[in-house]
C-alpha cells in the first residue's frame, strides 16, 4: 500500500513539475519578446545568396543571452537557413552574449556555413559579414523581427527579357532578387528592401508597398515599386505585386513578389525583365463565398419569398423554414445532405396563405459579387416526395443581373420522388451572381425539402 501511495505522489510531482516546467517556457517566450523590442536579444529574419546565384534561402538568427534565457534558448546564438528546396542549415555561436551587449563580429560555424554577426546593444543595424556557404562567398540582408514590427523574407529571381548585349544580363538567365518585408503601421504600409545580385556583384535597394491592395478570400495583392543604384549613376526600378496570406495563422501562409524592371543604362539602351518569387506561391482556395442554410451560416446569401413563410393550425400546409420537426411530414424529409433546418414546402396551393392553384412561389437570392473567384459553382441539395402533375421545381441562374434560361430540376408525375445534389459551373469573368427557385406543388401528401444554397469558388 505504501508502494503505491508513494508511486502516485510521485507522478503527481512528475505532472506538477512538467506543468510548471511548461508555464515557465511561456512566461520566458514572452519575456523574450518583450525585451528584444529595443535590446540585442531577439531574432533577426532576412536572406541569403550565394554570390553566383545558385542559392538562396530564407535568413533567422536567434540572439539569447548567457543566463536568463538558458532553459528555452539555451545559451548560445543560432542561426537557421531555410534553402529553397526545404533543406535546413544551422550554425551556433562560438560564444555566449550578455543581455545589452553590443556584438561585433560574432562568429557563428557549422560544417556548411560560417559568417560573422554584428548589431547594436539596442538591435539596431544588424549585419552579416564573412558569410561562406560550401566554400562559395555569399552574402545575407537582415532586419530585427519583433511582434510590433514583424519582417517577412522572401527569397526570389530576375530574368532579363529585353537585354541588350549586356555580359551580365544573358536572356534567360536567372539571378538572385531577394526581398525583405518590414511592416511599417497597421494601415497596410510595409517598407521594403531588396538584394539584387547583377553578375557576382550585391546591390542593396529600397521599395514600398503602397497600401493600394485589393482582398479576395483568403489572400491581399498589393502594389508595390522600388528602385537601386547600380553602376555610373544610374538605377533600376521596378514595380509589381506582392500576395499574401490575410490570416493571422493559416496552414496555407504564402507570399508571392512579382512583377517587371527596367534599367536605362549609358552604354546598352534600356534593359528590362521580370522578377519573381521562387517559393511560397499563393494558390486560391475553394471558398464558400456566400450560403444559406437555414441554420445561420456565413457569409449568408440573403432571399426573399414571393408569399410570406406561412403554416396552417393543423401543419399540413406549410412553407418556410422547418427543423424536421415542424410541417405536416418534414420529418419525412430524410436526405442526408439536409440537416438542421431547412426550407420546407407542403401543400403550397391552399387558402392558408398560400398560391392559386397552378401559381408557383419564388425565392429570390440576392445577386453576390463574385468578380475577384474563379472556378465559381452555385449548389443547394433537395428532396421532393410525392409528386404529380402540375408539381414542378424550377430554379434559374441570374448572372450579371441577368435571368438565363430556366432549368426544370423536376416535372412532377405519379407521386415521383427524388433526392438529389445540383450545382452549376459559373463562367470565370462574372461579376455577380444570383438565383430564383420557383416551386409549383398541390396537395397535402406531397411535400419537398431544400437546403444549402451555397456560392463557392477559388480566390
Known amino acids: ?83 529553397e528546396d526545404g533543406s535546413i542549415i544551422s550554425a551556433i555561436a ?73 555580359p551580365n544580363l544573358n536572356a534567360g538567365n536567372t539571378q538572385t532578387f531577394n526581398v525583405v518585408v518590414s511592416e511599417v503601421d497597421m494601415d497596410g504600409l510595409f517598407d521594403i528592401s531588396t538584394q539584387v545580385l547583377l553578375g557576382s556583384t550585391e546591390f542593396l535597394g529600397d521599395g514600398l ?25 544610374t538605377s533600376i526600378s521596378w514595380d509589381g505585386t506582392h500576395v499574401y496570406n490575410n490570416q493571422t495563422s493559416s496552414p496555407s501562409d504564402c507570399s508571392d513578389f512579382d512583377g517587371t524592371w527596367s534599367w536605362t543604362t549609358l552604354n546598352y539602351g534600356t534593359i528590362s525583365g521580370t522578377y519573381s518569387s521562387t517559393v511560397s506561391a499563393c494558390v486560391p482556395t475553394q471558398q464558400v463565398i456566400a450560403i444559406e ?17 406561412f403554416t396552417n393550425g393543423n401543419g399540413d400546409d406549410f412553407f418556410g423554414p422547418s427543423d424536421g420537426m415542424t410541417g405536416g411530414n418534414s420529418d419525412d424529409v430524410n436526405f442526408a445532405n439536409i440537416t438542421g433546418n431547412f426550407l420546407f414546402v407542403q401543400d403550397l396551393a391552399n387558402g392558408n396563405g398560400g398560391t392559386n392553384v397552378g401559381d408557383p412561389a419564388t425565392l429570390t437570392f ?59 459551373m459559373i463562367p470565370d469573368g462574372t461579376s455577380t451572381v444570383g438565383l430564383i427557385l420557383s416551386v409549383k406543388q398541390n396537395g397535402g401528401s406531397d411535400y419537398a425539402g431544400f437546403d444549402n444554397f451555397k456560392i463557392e469558388g477559388l480566390r
Not at 51 to 73: K, N
Not at 154 to 165: E, P, Q
Request: aromatic residues 10%.
Open 1 to 83: 500500500m505504501r508502494k503505491i501511495a508513494f508511486l502516485f505522489a510521485l507522478s503527481f510531482a512528475l505532472l506538477a513539475c512538467e506543468t510548471d516546467n511548461e508555464t515557465l517556457n511561456i512566461n520566458q517566450n514572452l519575456t523574450f519578446d518583450s525585451l528584444s523590442e529595443n535590446n540585442n536579444i531577439g531574432k533577426y529574419k532576412g536572406v541569403f545568396t550565394t554570390l553566383d546565384s545558385d542559392s538562396r534561402a530564407t535568413v533567422e538568427i536567434t540572439i539569447t543571452d548567457a543566463t536568463t534565457f538558458v532553459a528555452t534558448l539555451g545559451n548560445r546564438a543560432t542561426g537557421k537557413f531555410t534553402f
Open 94 to 166: 562560438t560564444r555566449s552574449l550578455e543581455l545589452g551587449e553590443g556584438i561585433q563580429d560574432l562568429e557563428f560555424t557549422s560544417n556548411e556555413m560560417s559568417f560573422s554577426f554584428s548589431v547594436n546593444d539596442d538591435g539596431t543595424n544588424p549585419k552579416l559579414s564573412n558569410v561562406i556557404y560550401n566554400n562559395k562567398p555569399s552574402a545575407v540582408l537582415i532586419k530585427k523581427h519583433t511582434n510590433k514590427a514583424p519582417i517577412t523574407p522572401i527569397t526570389g529571381t530576375y530574368v532579363c527579357v529585353a537585354c541588350g548585349d549586356h
Open 209 to 233: 508597398q503602397d497600401g493600394n491592395c485589393t482582398v479576395a478570400g483568403s489572400l491581399n495583392t498589393c502594389d508595390t515599386l522600388g528602385f537601386f543604384d547600380v553602376v555610373d549613376g
Open 293 to 309: 442554410d437555414f441554420d445561420g451560416g456565413l457569409p449568408a446569401w440573403s432571399s426573399t419569398p414571393s408569399i410570406a413563410y
Open 366 to 424: 440576392d445577386d453576390v459579387d463574385v468578380s475577384t473567384a474563379t472556378g465559381i459553382t452555385v449548389s443547394f441539395d433537395y428532396d421532393v416526395f410525392g409528386f404529380d402533375n402540375g408539381d414542378d421545381v424550377v430554379y434559374t441562374i441570374v448572372l450579371d443581373g441577368v435571368n438565363q434560361t430556366p432549368v426544370e430540376l423536376v416535372n412532377g408525375s405519379s407521386n415521383f420522388s427524388i433526392e438529389n445534389n445540383e450545382s452549376v
